[in-house]
Structures are given as structure tokens and as C-alpha cells.
């Protein structure tokens, strides 16, 4: 049971980091739906621009701007180096190593449930792992060129996997929406 608090805490600790970098992702996301404001303002509004889309948009900044400076520029160029191919390589014994992990996983939960509310292509399936996949390829890429992180494969399947989470987090809330919109329809219908 210690063991699983220890776990948590150190997943907790670990999850502050992003959090701080929030206020950098509110600005960016700010300065994004000004410029979206300035270059779609009379298209969007003699199409009443979807307000949802715009606002999942800024939250898909947001969360950009946040995971960028979390893997990327938060780090020293090369502070860190190397690739690791081999699978469930950084899974073992330390909770520290089991942390990373499962922290890869969350980190892409975003990036499942951001997306398919910001663009109809990313409701499939197929395409919002894949995009979440190549994403995830890369920054570890990026990381390796710029020495600001290992390449690992680990991170790749990790994040694909938070991906997929993200994805039927997104599909199961969707789908309730969908269920109580046409209970709260037919009420509707009923009383006229």
C-alpha cells in the first residue's frame, strides 16, 4: 500500500511541472485566437464560426505550448543524449521508472480528447492515433537531434497509448452527450 501512495506521490510531484508551464500556454493560446480573430473575424462571423471549434482549437494550443516546453524547451540542448529501442526498456522495478511511464501515457491524453473537438478528422479513429503517433515520433526525433531528451521507443508506444485513451474518452463522452441531446429532445417533442 506504501509502495502505491509513494507511486502516486511521485506522479503528483512530477504532474506540477506542466502545470507551471499553463500561464505559457494560456498566452500563446491567447495570442492564437486574436490572430484567428484577426484573419477569419468577417468569414466567421457571416458564418457564425463554431464557437466550440475555436475555443477546442485554443485548448489544442494550449496543450501544444505546454507539452513543447515540457519536452523540449525545458531542457538544455544537449543535456541529454541516446537512443533506446528496446521495448518496456524504461519499465522496471524503481517507481521513478515506472512514474516516467506511466506519465508518457497521460501526457498524450490531451492530444485524444483535444483533437476530435477541434477537427471532425480526428473523430476517426485511425486518424487521431496516427497523428498522435507521428507527433509522438517526432518530438522524440527533435529530441534526439537537439540532444534534449533520449529517443526511446518506450515514449512512442506510451504516448500512442495515451493517445488511444484520450481518443475513447472523448467517443464514451460524445456519445453520452449524443444519449441525453435526444432524451432531452423527445421530452421536447412529447410537450408540443
Known amino acids: 500500500m506504501n509502495r502505491i501512495i509513494d507511486f502516486l506521490l511521485l506522479v503528483g510531484k512530477d504532474m506540477l511541472e506542466p502545470i507551471g508551464y499553463l500561464p505559457w500556454g494560456m498566452a500563446v493560446g491567447g495570442v492564437f485566437l486574436l490572430l484567428w480573430e484577426v484573419r477569419y473575424h468577417e468569414k466567421a462571423r457571416r458564418q457564425k464560426r463554431n464557437l466550440r471549434q475555436k475555443w ?35 519499465w522496471n522495478s524503481s517507481l521513478i521508472s515506472q512514474a516516467y511511464f506511466i506519465e ?27 497523428g498522435g503517433c507521428v507527433f509522438s515520433m517526432c518530438l522524440e526525433l527533435v529530441q534526439l537531434v537537439t540532444q534534449r531528451g533520449f529517443c526511446q521507443l518506450d515514449d512512442v508506444i506510451t504516448n500512442t497509448v495515451g493517445t488511444i485513451v484520450g481518443w475513447v474518452s472523448y467517443r464514451m463522452i460524445k456519445r453520452l452527450h449524443d444519449i441525453l441531446c435526444s432524451v432531452d429532445g423527445d421530452k421536447h417533442k412529447r410537450k408540443d
Open 104 to 130: 508518457n501515457i497521460i501526457m498524450f491524453i490531451p492530444f485524444g480528447f483535444l483533437f476530435p473537438l477541434a477537427d471532425y478528422r480526428f473523430q476517426d479513429w485511425r486518424f487521431c492515433v496516427g
Open 56 to 90: 477546442s482549437l485554443f485548448f489544442c494550443v494550449v496543450y501544444l505550448t505546454v507539452l513543447l516546453k515540457l519536452a523540449l524547451f525545458s531542457r538544455e540542448p544537449g543535456s541529454r543524449m541516446g537512443i533506446d529501442l528496446e521495448l518496456f526498456g524504461t
